[in-house]
């Protein structure tokens, strides 16, 4: 089930080895990103970053994104590990 609806595409993790980092690499991958959406006629991107990750944060900032919401979940997966 998708809770954004079928207008949005999202992009579930992006890691970068810190000997790569500032290679362009992440622009790149974002740029696609951002190409498969247009293609897709998605009307928006979003993806999930922890809080305490300032760089990931500030390069995603940079590259246009905002910080739109907060997100907490609970899900069967987690209820039977705690069983």
Same mark, same amino acid.
């Given at each position: 089930? %998708?809770?954004? =609806?079928?207008? !949005?595409?999202? &992009?579930?993790?992006? @890691?970068?080895?810190?000997? @790569? /980092? =500032?290679?362009? !690499? =992440?622009?790149?991958?974002? %740029?696609? $990103?951002?190409? &498969?959406?247009? $293609? /897709? %006629?998605?009307?928006?991107?979003?993806?999930?970053?922890?809080?305490?990750?300032?760089n $990931?944060? =500030?390069? @995603?900032?940079?590259?246009?994104?905002?910080?739109?919401?907060?997100?907490?979940?609970? %899900?069967?997966?987690?209820?039977?590990? !705690?069983?």
């Amino acid at each position: 089930m %998708n809770i954004w =609806g079928d207008d !949005l595409l999202e &992009i579930e993790r992006i @890691y970068i080895r810190n000997k @790569y /980092q =500032g290679k362009g !690499l =992440g622009k790149h991958l974002i %740029n696609k $990103a951002m190409e &498969i959406a247009v $293609a /897709q %006629n998605k009307k928006s991107i979003w993806l999930g970053v922890w809080e305490k990750n300032d760089n $990931a944060i =500030g390069f @995603y900032k940079k590259m246009g994104f905002i910080h739109e919401t907060r997100i907490m979940e609970f %899900n069967e997966h987690r209820t039977k590990a !705690l069983a």
